[in-house]
């Protein structure tokens, strides 16, 4: 159990933490010891049309599905975001994180601006938007480089869509500059603490002040 789920021991709807950033910027790390640290969180896993790669988990990394299938659940109001993406079909399932929020678990997202941008149509009152910035185009130019070997013009067009991907920065509720990762660590749980802590979250805060006021 976290400290905000202990705090009073009142119960709330979790959150959806959405974390986007261009690619180098270090959300996939910061995500990582968020979930490491922090057990009432679990990341969403999304459908995939794609077919799996070497190593990678059915139900962990991505549930894999047919065409059909994803048709289906996308018809059927089940995706809460979709898209396609090199002629694959990628969404986020409904049902798992519908169930997570009322059972006071948060959930984190992976996601672009354009999956942002839906969310916020679909759940605007659970979501926490949160933009992480690398320090400066340097810094991230020498992530991309040493991060990948790639050719040069790899790097080049990585710095061009990551500065398409921080056109987006003022859609997002928090914006955290990435310079020190213990400090962008630091800032992000406190920004979950806190979040947990809103009163529309607290969904037991009435009936605890009613129990409160009965005994005044
Ligand atoms: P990959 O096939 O390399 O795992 O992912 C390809 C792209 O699909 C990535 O840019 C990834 O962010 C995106 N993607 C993965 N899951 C989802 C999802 O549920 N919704 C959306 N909109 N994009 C996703």
């Known amino acids: 159990m976290s400290e905000s789920e202990k705090f009073a021991g009142i119960n709330r709807r979790g959150i959806m933490i959405v974390l986007s950033s261009?690619?180098?910027?270090?959300?996939?790390?910061?995500?990582?010891r968020l979930l490491a640290a922090d057990d009432?969180?679990?990341?969403?896993?999304?459908?995939?049309?794609?077919?799996?790669?070497?190593?990678?988990?059915?139900?962990?990394?991505?549930?894999?599905?047919?065409?059909a299938e994803f048709e289906a659940l996308r018809d059927n109001d089940d995706l809460l975001e979709w898209a396609e993406v090199f002629g694959n079909f990628?969404?986020?399932?409904?049902?798992?994180?519908?169930?997570?929020?009322?059972?006071?678990?948060?959930?984190?997202?992976?996601?672009?601006?354009?999956?942002?941008?839906?969310?916020?149509e679909k759940m605007r009152g659970d979501l926490?938007?949160?933009?992480?910035?690398?320090?400066?185009?340097k810094a991230l130019e020498q992530r991309l480089k040493t991060r990948a070997q790639d050719p040069a013009e790899v790097v080049a067009a990585r710095?061009?869509?990551a500065s398409a991907e921080i056109s987006h920065w003022a859609e997002y509720d928090y914006v955290l500059v990435n310079d020190e990762l213990e400090l962008c660590d630091r800032a992000l749980a406190s920004i979950v603490h806190a979040e947990r802590l809103t009163r529309h979250r607290r969904?037991?805060?009435?009936?605890?002040?009613?129990?409160?006021?009965?005994d005044l």
């Open 128 to 137: 926490v938007r949160i933009f992480i910035l690398p320090p400066s185009a």
């Open 40 to 67: 009432n969180i679990s990341m969403s896993v999304s459908v995939t049309t794609r077919t799996p790669r070497p190593g990678e988990i059915d139900g962990k990394d991505y549930r894999f599905v047919s065409l």
């Open 159 to 161: 710095m061009e869509k």
């Open 90 to 120: 990628y969404g986020t399932p409904r049902g798992p994180v519908e169930a997570a929020l009322s059972q006071g678990r948060d959930v984190l997202f992976d996601i672009d601006w354009q999956g942002t941008q839906a969310l916020t």
């Open 203 to 214: 969904i037991g805060l009435s009936a605890f002040v009613r129990d409160l006021q009965a």
């Open 22 to 32: 261009p690619s180098g910027a270090g959300k996939t790390t910061l995500s990582k």
